[in-house]
């Protein structure tokens, strides 16, 4: 069939009928995915949207015959172009592998092989497929990818791509045998917005050029409307709602779908307003929080902040390397100031150092207009109660041998505060705050989610009654949904005790959201500051131009009730 | 099959009951709670290697402590030239030794030197290595690198060789006892443990964790013991285990060889020691000492083995 034929065809390439998963576990027999259907046409993006756990990259790998050891497909079909792969033996799903359909997986930093040369990776895939596999054809593949001198690229280890670079050479890999289907798992996730943004542009010029049809794997509600004509939202291993892209965002109808395209970041465009506080009283909703306090002094001011780390070139020598270059801002008390920047930017090294984890090399911190550089062991301890840490990785963030309660209660064991019995009492109250169950304090982080972890690391924060919460990365982690929920948590906990929030971030989504003032960096320097709502719509650097057309989404056009 | 039309994409909906809607992100109440312990003893108890190796060492152990229980022999008293070498006999069931003694008995009351050897060996090197080893991984930089090379040297030696030279040293030579032999096992036994303990404090070390407790206003030292150590601690253990073993082996090395312990004291290394003069005239004077320390040895490297699937961080639920 040729590519115009095919392209006309009515008759679908993947068809995936009533499918069902089952991973064997100790315990049983736990159902993945259950009544999962989906069509992809020749030539045509699907999207399967859902959180972590949904069984949407099951249900991919299942196509591709991938499943992990203790899993199998014990329901349904999987129709690729009229053949049931279900039933297909393992020989022939060797052959369509690559040849027919072919494979973007998730996390470029660790899916190259590191001991073998990029053009030897591109190599083994041709050759696998049967196809010429000289210098030349592995330099045209590359040259594919859009990665410049590709003949020099191919003698490269994957050590010296980066991770974008990579993501181009799996894709490239992915893409080399021509497949008929293109199976994106989360292609992007590990990758900068602006990053993500050319590579799924990429992507889609490729797989259109060659009339690829793609199954794109996504938790972005807002990245899978963007991108893919058709959206299929599964959720605790079902498909829940599927269809056009446009008709799922404007015209949502199951309550999951309601929930999400609610909660999407990327289509929301207010900052979020306490929730206890809209109860109290409702003209207070129009007055933003900034316009508030904008009376209220600084209660961190940061001035001509510089952090210079000497990197060790060989034996006895060393370069500079600036990461931090002449930062200033300040946060007004009541206030959350966002630092927004890409990897490498220096934003988390801005916040290690306000922390007084890490001494600047030269510039000041005034907290509360005294400066944090040089305090004593009593004031230094007195500082740490009063500004306190939310890291990114919930589940490194908690000490996996210490219980929930030992948890929360170690900072007032570490300041001396209170007896056994108002400790406990404090813990309860915390617990409550955060919205978690009492029963929660004898479990251990490992029985919890994400999320919940999350919590537990802001009641623990929360713990010394701080004036100033710094959450470097602190809803990156989470899925769409816990994320919206750990916002609002933030923003009611701000509204009840009148926090200050250091906000450090990739994310403008998030920024919008929560942020009254950002300050953008950019390897090392600060290129704009200003309100958000100034930033947004008016912003002046090209830099922060092209960080809010990468947030996915931006481009697409929606009815006013929803943006 | 239904025809499909590429402008037309039907919206489905699935049905609501079927697919009913949780609150984002629910607490499952109905789970016991369980900690890194608690879940490797939850692990442990089924399986049966775990359950031979800890009978075994419990058996062991009570044998080492309460030797009277098992034989009413004095091992040493009744010897009789008469019955060198002569087979199992009414209330000796393992026939006797060259010297006439009764080799059952000699057994029993041998294994208190060779799991004393064992035990307080390892707790030696754990000592000494853990808190070195802890100390390089926690501090690092110039710390670090001295002490890793000064266990190098020792790493360098083969323990027996090692050994050999130390035990000639006049004053061990003239003071050989379990204590000699102990400090000797411990001088080239604790590198190894020091390795294991830097490598996972180092792992732990910049967990963020630790960090946050830091920034709570947990000093240095406090988060190496509260928070450092305690998730540094399940590869050591089983390091421990496993050398444990070991130790015991190269007691009886070390007595074959007529440097380990004196003579007088009875321990199965002894006493392969004495056997070879009869290795072929009787050889299960030796086969019983040797058998009883493979038996030992067997169980504590199958416990270990036990101990590390059960403590591995990666299969662990997150």
Same mark, same amino acid.
């Given at each position: 069939?040729?590519?115009?034929?095919?392209?006309?065809?009515?008759?679908?390439?993947?068809?995936?009928?009533?499918?069902?998963?089952?991973?064997?576990?100790?315990?049983?027999?736990?159902?993945?995915?259950?009544?999962?259907?989906?069509?992809?046409?020749?030539?045509?993006?699907?999207?399967?949207?859902?959180?972590?756990?949904?069984?949407?990259?099951?249900?991919?790998?299942?196509?591709?015959?991938?499943?992990?050891?203790?899993?199998?497909?014990?329901?349904?079909?999987?129709?690729?172009?009229?053949?049931?792969?279900?039933?297909?033996?393992?020989?022939?799903?060797?052959?369509?592998?690559?040849?027919?359909?072919?494979?973007?997986?998730?996390?470029?930093?660790?899916?190259?092989?590191?001991?073998?040369?990029?053009?030897?990776?591109?190599?083994?895939?041709?050759?696998?497929?049967?196809?010429?596999?000289?210098?030349?054809?592995?330099?045209?593949?590359?040259?594919?990818?859009?990665?410049?001198?590709?003949?020099?690229?191919?003698?490269?280890?994957?050590?010296?791509?980066?991770?974008?670079?990579?993501?181009?050479?799996?894709?490239?890999?992915?893409?080399?045998?021509?497949?008929?289907?293109?199976?994106?798992?989360?292609?992007?996730?590990?990758l900068d917005v602006t990053v993500q943004r050319q590579i799924l542009d990429h992507?889609?010029?490729?797989?259109?050029?060659?009339?690829?049809?793609?199954?794109?794997?996504?938790?972005?509600?807002?990245?899978?409307?963007?991108?893919?004509?058709?959206?299929?939202?599964?959720?605790?291993?079902?498909?829940?709602?599927?269809?056009?892209?446009?008709?799922?965002?404007?015209?949502?109808?199951?309550?999951?779908?309601?929930?999400?395209?609610?909660?999407?970041?990327?289509?929301?465009?207010?900052?979020?307003?306490?929730?206890?506080?809209?109860?109290?009283?409702?003209?207070?909703?129009?007055?933003?929080?900034?316009?508030?306090?904008?009376?209220?002094?600084?209660?961190?001011?940061?001035?001509?902040?510089?952090?210079?780390?000497?990197?060790?070139?060989?034996?006895?020598?060393?370069?500079?390397?600036?990461?931090?270059?002449?930062?200033?801002?300040?946060?007004?008390?009541?206030?959350?100031?966002?630092?927004?920047?890409?990897?490498?930017?220096?934003?988390?090294?801005?916040?290690?150092?306000?922390?007084?984890?890490?001494?600047?090399?030269?510039?000041?911190?005034?907290?509360?207009?005294?400066?944090?550089?040089?305090?004593?062991?009593?004031?230094?301890?007195?500082?740490?109660?009063?500004?306190?840490?939310?890291?990114?990785?919930?589940?490194?963030?908690?000490?996996?041998?210490?219980?929930?309660?030992?948890?929360?209660?170690?900072?007032?064991?570490?300041?001396?505060?209170?007896?056994?019995?108002?400790?406990?009492?404090?813990?309860?109250?915390?617990?409550?705050?955060?919205?978690?169950?009492?029963?929660?304090?004898?479990?251990?982080?490992?029985?919890?989610?994400?999320?919940?972890?999350?919590?537990?690391?802001?009641?623990?924060?929360?713990?010394?009654?701080?004036?100033?919460?710094?959450?470097?990365?602190?809803?990156?982690?989470?899925?769409?949904?816990?994320?919206?929920?750990?916002?609002?948590?933030?923003?009611?906990?701000?509204?009840?005790?009148?926090?200050?929030?250091?906000?450090?971030?990739?994310?403008?989504?998030?920024?919008?959201?929560?942020?009254?003032?950002?300050?953008?960096?950019?390897?090392?320097?600060?290129?704009?500051?200003?309100?958000?709502?100034?930033?947004?719509?008016?912003?002046?650097?090209?830099?922060?131009?092209?960080?809010?057309?990468?947030?996915?989404?931006?481009?697409?056009?929606?009815?006013?009730?929803?943006? | 099959?239904?025809?499909?039309?590429?402008?037309?994409?039907?919206?489905?909906?699935?049905?609501?009951?079927?697919?009913?809607?949780?609150?984002?992100?629910?607490?499952?109440?109905?789970?016991?709670?369980?900690?890194?312990?608690?879940?490797?003893?939850?692990?442990?108890?089924?399986?049966?290697?775990?359950?031979?190796?800890?009978?075994?060492?419990?058996?062991?152990?009570?044998?080492?402590?309460?030797?009277?229980?098992?034989?009413?022999?004095?091992?040493?008293?009744?010897?009789?030239?008469?019955?060198?070498?002569?087979?199992?006999?009414?209330?000796?069931?393992?026939?006797?030794?060259?010297?006439?003694?009764?080799?059952?008995?000699?057994?029993?009351?041998?294994?208190?030197?060779?799991?004393?050897?064992?035990?307080?060996?390892t707790l030696g090197a754990l000592l000494v290595g853990g808190v070195l080893g802890?100390?390089?991984?926690?501090?690092?930089?110039?710390?670090?690198?001295?002490? *890793? %090379?000064?266990?190098? !040297?020792?790493? +360098?030696?083969? /323990?027996?060789?090692?050994? $050999?030279?130390?035990?000639?040293? =006049?004053?061990?030579?003239?003071?050989?006892?379990?204590?000699?032999?102990?400090?000797?096992?411990?001088?080239?036994?604790?590198?190894?443990?020091?390795?294991?303990?830097?490598?996972?404090?180092?792992?732990?070390?910049?967990?963020?964790?630790?960090?946050? *407790? %830091?920034?709570?206003? !947990?000093?240095? +030292?406090?988060? /190496?013991?509260?928070?450092? $150590?305690?998730?540094?601690?399940? =590869?050591?253990?089983?390091?421990?285990?496993?050398?444990?073993?070991?130790?015991?082996?190269?007691?009886?090395?070390?007595?074959?060889?007529?440097?380990?312990?004196?003579?007088?004291?009875?321990?199965?290394?002894?006493?392969?020691?004495?056997?070879?003069?009869?290795?072929?005239?009787?050889?299960?004077?030796?086969?019983?000492?040797?058998?009883?320390?493979?038996?030992?040895?067997?169980?504590?490297?199958?416990?270990?083995?036990?101990?590390?699937?059960?403590?591995?961080?990666?299969?662990?639920?997150?």
């Amino acid at each position: 069939m040729t590519l115009i034929q095919e392209l006309n065809s009515t008759e679908p390439l993947l068809e995936i009928r009533d499918l069902a998963i089952t991973f064997s576990s100790s315990t049983g027999d736990v159902p993945a995915v259950r009544n999962a259907h989906l069509t992809v046409m020749p030539g045509e993006t699907v999207a399967i949207v859902g959180e972590s756990g949904s069984g949407k990259s099951t249900t991919a790998l299942a196509a591709i015959g991938l499943l992990p050891g203790n899993g199998r497909v014990t329901g349904g079909r999987i129709l690729f172009a009229g053949e049931d792969l279900t039933q297909a033996g393992p020989k022939r799903i060797m052959e369509l592998r690559g040849n027919s359909i072919g494979m973007v997986p998730q996390d470029p930093m660790s899916s190259l092989n590191p001991v073998w040369k990029i053009g030897a990776q591109i190599k083994e895939t041709l050759r696998a497929n049967g196809l010429p596999s000289g210098p030349g054809d592995v330099a045209q593949v590359l040259a594919e990818a859009g990665l410049p001198d590709a003949e020099r690229r191919a003698r490269q280890f994957p050590h010296e791509f980066s991770g974008g670079m990579r993501q181009r050479a799996l894709i490239a890999i992915g893409l080399s045998c021509r497949p008929r289907l293109l199976i994106a798992d989360e292609p992007t996730s590990a990758l900068d917005v602006t990053v993500q943004r050319q590579i799924l542009d990429h992507l889609e010029n490729m797989t259109a050029d060659l009339g690829t049809a793609v199954l794109l794997i996504t938790h972005d509600l807002g990245l899978a409307a963007e991108r893919a004509r058709k959206v299929v939202v599964m959720y605790k291993g079902q498909v829940v709602e599927s269809g056009s892209a446009q008709e799922i965002l404007t015209n949502p109808r199951h309550p999951y779908t309601k929930r999400l395209v609610e909660a999407a970041p990327s289509l929301s465009s207010r900052r979020i307003q306490s929730a206890r506080a809209a109860g109290i009283d409702s003209a207070d909703l129009l007055a933003p929080v900034a316009e508030a306090a904008a009376a209220a002094d600084n209660v961190i001011e940061v001035q001509d902040l510089t952090k210079v780390f000497k990197l060790r070139t060989g034996f006895g020598k060393s370069t500079d390397f600036t990461a931090v270059d002449g930062v200033s801002f300040a946060i007004k008390r009541g206030t959350t100031t966002a630092v927004v920047g890409e990897s490498g930017s220096g934003k988390s090294t801005v916040a290690r150092m306000v922390l007084n984890l890490e001494t600047p090399t030269s510039g000041r911190i005034l907290f509360d207009g005294v400066e944090t550089a040089g305090l004593s062991r009593g004031e230094l301890l007195k500082f740490r109660r009063r500004v306190q840490p939310i890291f990114q990785d919930p589940y490194g963030s908690l000490d996996p041998m210490y219980n929930i309660f030992r948890t929360i209660e170690e900072p007032l064991r570490v300041h001396k505060i209170g007896d056994s019995r108002s400790r406990e009492a404090k813990v309860r109250k915390l617990l409550d705050q955060v919205a978690l169950p009492a029963s929660v304090m004898r479990r251990f982080p490992n029985e919890l989610s994400g999320g919940q972890r999350q919590r537990i690391a802001i009641a623990r924060a929360l713990a010394l009654d701080p004036e100033v919460v710094i959450c470097d990365e602190a809803v990156s982690a989470l899925d769409v949904l816990v994320q919206d929920q750990i916002l609002n948590l933030l923003a009611d906990l701000q509204q009840e005790l009148g926090l200050s929030y250091l906000f450090i971030t990739h994310d403008l989504a998030v920024v919008r959201q929560i942020a009254d003032h950002v300050c953008v960096m950019d390897k090392g320097r600060l290129v704009e500051t200003g309100s958000t709502d100034s930033v947004f719509a008016s912003p002046r650097q090209d830099y922060t131009r092209a960080l809010l057309a990468a947030i996915p989404g931006a481009r697409l056009e929606l009815p006013p009730e929803v943006a | 099959m239904p025809e499909y039309r590429r402008d037309h994409i039907e919206h489905y909906v699935a049905p609501i009951e079927e697919t009913p809607l949780q609150a984002t992100d629910k607490v499952a109440e109905d789970v016991q709670p369980l900690s890194l312990w608690a879940e490797a003893w939850h692990n442990l108890r089924r399986q049966p290697l775990f359950i031979i190796a800890s009978v075994l060492i419990l058996l062991i152990v009570v044998v080492a402590l309460l030797p009277g229980l098992f034989t009413q022999t004095e091992p040493n008293a009744n010897c009789q030239l008469a019955n060198s070498d002569g087979g199992p006999a009414p209330g000796h069931p393992l026939g006797f030794t060259v010297q006439g003694c009764d080799v059952y008995a000699r057994l029993i009351y041998g294994t208190q030197a060779s799991l004393t050897v064992g035990i307080f060996a390892t707790l030696g090197a754990l000592l000494v290595g853990g808190v070195l080893g802890a100390i390089a991984g926690f501090h690092g930089g110039w710390l670090d690198s001295v002490i *890793a %090379r000064i266990g190098d !040297v020792f790493f +360098a030696l083969p /323990l027996i060789l090692g050994a $050999i030279i130390i035990m000639q040293l =006049p004053f061990f030579r003239e003071n050989r006892n379990v204590w000699t032999v102990v400090i000797t096992l411990v001088v080239f036994g604790w590198p190894q443990v020091a390795r294991i303990t830097r490598g996972a404090v180092i792992s732990v070390r910049n967990a963020d964790f630790v960090t946050a *407790a %830091r920034s709570l206003g !947990v000093s240095r +030292a406090a988060a /190496l013991v509260r928070h450092v $150590i305690p998730n540094a601690l399940a =590869p050591v253990i089983v390091v421990a285990t496993v050398n444990l073993g070991i130790f015991i082996v190269a007691e009886a090395t070390l007595s074959f060889l007529g440097i380990g312990l004196p003579p007088a004291v009875m321990s199965w290394g002894n006493d392969i020691s004495a056997a070879q003069v009869s290795l072929r005239s009787n050889p299960s004077t030796l086969l019983w000492p040797a058998a009883a320390l493979s038996v030992t040895v067997l169980s504590f490297i199958m416990l270990g083995d036990a101990l590390r699937d059960a403590l591995d961080p990666k299969a662990r639920k997150r």
